[in-house]
């Protein structure tokens, strides 16, 4: 235990003797306690979800922060602006907490809740330079405004019925990137939103979008397999269609194209959801929202103690590099943020690791485990079939 120890840095020295004195039952059968919309206990484990409602009530105490809309508005939950937000806090504080349960109890979320003069505000909550995690962000946006044109272009040309000009919005989501220390354990990204925008006629246009995705540094196919076969039931349960389809969505999406290979192994990823209903469109992205700890935590519980040393490292900051190269140049949320008046640059960057590197025509030796990854990342696999 102590040599696999000495090829990491003193961070998690630090957590592999705190982790052995605190004993291992904490970890083995971990649940995660909820973080409920109402007064209720919410238990998660990687076999489902269980949940005990008691009461309408709020409790703020379970939330990050305060939420943005008045919370007497928000216990009316009568309409789906309501219900998004409520949505949105529950799975930002529920995520929140899996990770602090199994990052050294020095280390916590920052909470900082802002507002904007445009409209709405968010809350951003952000670790930094853990032991576990070198950096995890965990963002909810509520806004509200007037949609730019650059903005209002983009969706235009996605197939949007809009007028050429600003129209007014809503929009409410949740999004998380989480850049782990080990480079054992892959980052994961997920982020899950509603829009709505109102055209001079009066009427009103409303989508859902979202998705949750893996990037490994290492691959280990039984990861991969775990996080898409999670992905695939929640899909399932609404229409065996949704998982194949939005799965190819994720590969397409997410392919670096100056580089001819994707950002990670997939997972799903959707816009523009408009139907079947409004409330089947909900469900089944609360769905998916529900399904990101039990896909996501027992992957760094598995990895977060593995040996690594220099090589590995600077595995990890080249390919975090390709992380950054998409989200800068390609990524569609990053580019609706900026151009967003009032934009908080910040939350919206949060997605960025605190360390990358770029080496001139780095190209990993054949047959290694770092070209193993690349083959993948360049011809995206079937993982539940």
């Not at 102590?2 to 003193?10: F, M, S, T, V």
């Not at 939005?246 to 670096?256: H, P, R, S, T």
């Amino acid at each position: 235990m102590i040599g696999r120890a000495l090829l990491k840095n003193w961070h998690s020295l630090r957590y592999v003797i705190h982790e052995y004195y605190k004993g291992e039952s904490k970890i083995r059968g971990l649940k995660y306690i909820g973080i409920g919309i109402f007064t209720t206990v919410t238990v998660y484990s990687a076999s489902g979800i269980t949940v005990s409602a008691a009461s309408n009530e709020l409790d703020m105490k379970k939330f990050m922060a305060e939420p943005i809309t008045d919370i007497k508005e928000l216990e009316k939950k009568n309409d789906m602006r309501k219900r998004m937000e409520l949505l949105i806090m529950k799975i930002q504080a529920d995520f929140c907490k899996a990770l602090e349960s199994i990052e050294d109890p020095d280390y916590r979320f920052k909470v900082d809740r802002w507002t904007r003069n445009e409209g709405g505000g968010g809350i951003t909550c952000v670790l930094q330079d853990g032991v576990v995690f070198e950096k995890a962000g965990v963002n909810i946006a509520v806004v509200t405004g007037k949609l730019p044109l650059d903005a209002v272009q983009q969706m235009r040309a996605r197939g949007k019925n809009m007028q050429e000009e600003s129209v007014p919005f809503f929009a409410a989501g949740v999004s998380a990137v989480i850049h782990p220390r080990n480079p054992m354990v892959p980052t994961i990204h997920f982020n899950y939103r509603y829009f709505e925008v109102e055209n001079q006629d009066g009427s009103v246009q409303w989508w859902f979008g979202g998705g949750t995705d893996l990037t490994p540094y290492y691959l280990d196919e039984n990861d991969v397999k775990h996080f898409h076969g999670t992905l695939k039931v929640a899909c399932d349960k609404h229409d065996p269609s949704y998982y194949p389809k939005y799965k190819k969505w994720c590969d397409d999406y997410f392919l670096i194209k100056h580089r001819g290979e994707c950002r990670g192994v997939g997972g799903i990823f959707f816009d523009d959801i408009d139907g079947p209903t409004q409330e089947k469109a909900f469900q089944f992205v609360q769905s998916c929202a529900e399904t990101v700890i039990p896909s996501y935590i027992p992957l760094v519980e598995k990895h977060k103690n593995d040996a690594y040393g220099y090589s590995e490292r600077e595995w990890q900051l080249l390919r975090r590099g390709r992380y950054v190269e998409f989200n800068l140049i390609y990524d569609r949320g990053t580019k609706f943020g900026l151009y967003t008046p009032g934009a908080r640059y910040e939350s919206i960057l949060m997605s960025l690791p605190l360390s990358a590197k770029w080496q001139y025509m780095h190209e990993p030796k054949p047959d290694s485990k770092e070209a193993k990854l690349v083959d993948v990342l360049r011809n995206p696999k079937d993982w539940v079939n």
